[in-house]
């Protein structure tokens, strides 16, 4: 007889990514009055986290899922082709079932945070989070060369409850749900702008890199293929695709995603002289 109290593996989604571009695609990002007034909520600022560690960077909030782009910094943490990739659960608990399967399905050693956020003059817990390491001297701040960079949080209750307020008319959707996507992002993200939520995200990575991602996401619950050289790793609402590094791509490369609207001809954006978004269609595409 099946014990009902418990539960199975937890569904887990992308939350955001962050990306450190080249100088002259940050600049563009940032005096894009497209980007900043028709595109998507956009805000920019300095976030302060838990002791002395801070970062800057511009954020374009989706309906569920949002993007981060940080400042290169080479004398600090960002250096430019740096990312990250966040996912995250939606069910109180659920990040520590994620971190026994990742304890299963993986080599490495599974680490857990708890990140606070200053606000004001107080440091509030904000979420935690679950990572891989694969080098006993590798930290939170600084991840090995061979880390897959990937990462998945939980919202904490507490947090939600202070900072955002539930909608007061969530017609029966995730919004009101206390440590949902959508709850987090509803406060910045604006129904009549045209993102609604990143699809795809395809990366030039190295063997050990590309070999860690994928085990790591196979422990989630992804399915995995093969397509020729790629690997593609398919999740709740989302694609992710792996291609070998080289020494003209390397990092995220391309970022896909769905409109609120249709588009009725093809436009392309570009920011310095590397990025181009276009969109056509209920699509956007977003090359690095």
Not at 211 to 225: D, K, M, N, P, S
Request: proline share 5%; net charge positive.
């Amino acid at each position: 007889m099946l014990d009902s109290s418990v539960k199975g593996p937890p569904t887990v989604y992308l939350n955001h990514l962050y990306l450190v571009p080249d100088p002259s695609t940050f600049s563009g990002i940032g005096h894009s009055e497209f980007l900043r007034k028709e595109f998507a909520g956009f805000s920019a600022g300095t976030v302060r986290a838990e002791g002395n560690d801070t970062w800057s960077g511009m954020y374009l909030m989706g309906k569920r899922t949002y993007l981060e782009f940080l400042k290169a910094n080479p004398s600090g943490k960002q250096k430019e082709g740096d990312y990250g990739i966040g996912f995250g659960v939606e069910e109180e608990g659920g990040l520590a079932r994620v971190a026994a399967l990742l304890r299963v399905g993986t080599r490495g050693q599974v680490k857990r945070h708890l990140r606070k956020r200053k606000v004001g003059d107080r440091e509030v817990p904000w979420f935690r989070t679950v990572d891989v390491r694969y080098d006993r001297k590798q930290n939170y701040y600084s991840r090995m060369a061979d880390s897959s960079n990937l990462w998945v949080m939980e919202y904490l209750r507490s947090y939600m409850e202070e900072f955002k307020p539930p909608n007061p008319n969530p017609g029966g959707g995730s919004n009101a749900r206390a440590i949902s996507r959508e709850r987090y992002n509803a406060p910045s993200f604006s129904g009549e702008r045209l993102f609604e939520d990143v699809t795809g995200v395809e990366l030039a990575l190295n063997r050990r890199k590309s070999t860690h991602f994928v085990g790591e996401l196979r422990a989630l619950g992804y399915e995995i293929r093969t397509s020729g050289e790629q690997r593609v790793c398919t999740g709740p609402d989302v694609t992710l695709t792996i291609a070998p590094e080289t020494h003209e791509s390397s990092g995220i490369k391309v970022i896909r995603m769905s409109l609120l609207r249709w588009m009725g001809h093809r436009q392309v954006y570009r920011f310095g002289a590397r990025s181009t978004l276009t969109l056509a269609g209920r699509a956007a595409i977003w090359r690095f």
